[in-house]
Each structure stands twice: as structure tokens, then as C-alpha cells.
């Protein structure tokens, strides 16, 4: 059974500061790696995605992936309250499935 | 606007009576895809879709069928509901399988 395992949090950040957010994976054979963030009763939304290992930036959000360790990441700089939801990693595997975890709960406290 | 809507984004139902959920997307994407999400276990793929006449089992595909005759519409059909398989069901799309997806408003399914 393929897996991707979050933290379920809650995690709480004060507004301002950098919150961290992890994802393993059990696919050695995934190549594509998505973060959505999801509001309470709402759809998923994407945040960011990357196919090759290191850092990717847009804006407040960076992704990093390391394939060796199996593990990616979100770093959200200057959290807003706004951000305060469930963040899901999603991984897809070489056979056109796709895989989420379930989910890290954020907080940001004003 | 580029969506996906799904329909109907409520039903309450009984146990036995056959129910489809469709699907649309306006965005002639190949890859499309039906989840659940229930509480702690996170999103888990039912069945998805490469192309037209193209589907394929996902994570949990007991209980449910799909087609995709036309492009832009990937139907979910549950033939017999059970109460297990009272969830929150969101369709998705994508350019192809290595693209983000883009998600539908969700629609909440409660089986008595």
C-alpha cells in the first residue's frame, strides 16, 4: 500500500512567522508532488508543485523535495490568519494514480 | 471560467437506490478523477480517467462504477449505496496525470 503521511497538527503560528510543513512518501517511482491547502467544508486548492528535487518559490510559499529521503515540504513565510487551514500533500505514482495524505491542520494566531 | 462541476452537491438517499454524480470540466483536460474524503483518512482515489473510453481503478473502487464516453464528463454511479459509502466526493481534473488537478465544489453524499 502506497503511502504519504503528514503530521495531522494542529500546528499554530503566531502571524508573521515561518510555519513548516512536512510530507513523507512510500513511492520511490512518484515523480510528481503537489501541495493543495483546504478551508473547512470547501474544495482542495492548489498552493505549489514540483517534479525535481530542491526549492521552489512563489511568492510567501517555497516547496522543497528531496527524493533520496522521500520527503517534501512547505514553508509559508509571513503567515497570515488567512492561511489557517488543512494543507493536503499530494504524490502521484508511475502507474496515474494519485495519493494524499491526510492533511496537516494550520493555525495562525493574529 | 475554467471549473469543474459536479452535481449534485447534496443527496440524502437510501440504502439500495441507485444514484449518479455527474461531472463536468470546460477545460478539455485528458486526465480526470473521482475521490472521498472522510474524516482522518484524507482524500482517497475511487477511479480515474487517462482519456475517453479510458478508466481505470483507483484506491477504493468497490462499489462505484464510471465512464467517460465524452471528454468533458466523467460520471460516478453508485448501482447498490450503502451506508459506508456516506462521504464527501470531489471530482478533479487535469491537463494530464502529471499536472496539478483542479477540483469540484464537492458533493455530500449521505446513504440511510
Known amino acids: 500500500q502506497k503511502e504519504v503521511e503528514q503530521n495531522s497538527g494542529p500546528l499554530s503560528v503566531p502571524e508573521g512567522a515561518i510555519a513548516s510543513l512536512n510530507c513523507t512518501y512510500s513511492d520511490r517511482g512518484s515523480q510528481s508532488f503537489f501541495w493543495y491547502r483546504q478551508y473547512s467544508g470547501k474544495s482542495p486548492e492548489l498552493i505549489m508543485f514540483i517534479y525535481s528535487n530542491g526549492d521552489k518559490e512563489d511568492g510567501r510559499f517555497t516547496a522543497q523535495l528531496n527524493k533520496a529521503s522521500q520527503y517534501v515540504s512547505l514553508l509559508i513565510r509571513d503567515s497570515q490568519p488567512s492561511d489557517s487551514a488543512t494543507y493536503l500533500c499530494?504524490?502521484?505514482?508511475?502507474?496515474?494514480?494519485?495519493?494524499f495524505g491526510s492533511g496537516t491542520k494550520l493555525n495562525v494566531k493574529p | 471560467e475554467a471549473q469543474v462541476t459536479q452535481n449534485p452537491r447534496y443527496l440524502i438517499t437510501v440504502t439500495g437506490k441507485k444514484l449518479t454524480v455527474t461531472c463536468s470540466q470546460n477545460?478539455?483536460?485528458?486526465?480526470m478523477s473521482w475521490y472521498r474524503q472522510d474524516p482522518g483518512l484524507g482524500l482517497r482515489q475511487i477511479y480515474y480517467?487517462?482519456?475517453?473510453?479510458?478508466?481505470d481503478k483507483g484506491d477504493v473502487p468497490e462499489g462505484y462504477k464510471v465512464s467517460r464516453k465524452e471528454k468533458r464528463n466523467f460520471p460516478l454511479i453508485l448501482e447498490s449505496p450503502s451506508p459506508n459509502q456516506t462521504s464527501l466526493y470531489f471530482c478533479a481534473s487535469s491537463r494530464n496525470r502529471e499536472q496539478p488537478q483542479h477540483f469540484g465544489d464537492g458533493t455530500r453524499l449521505s446513504i440511510l
Open positions: 480517467s487517462m482519456n475517453v473510453e479510458v478508466t
Open positions: 499530494a504524490v502521484n505514482d508511475n502507474f496515474n494514480k494519485f495519493y
Open positions: 477545460m478539455n483536460h485528458e486526465y
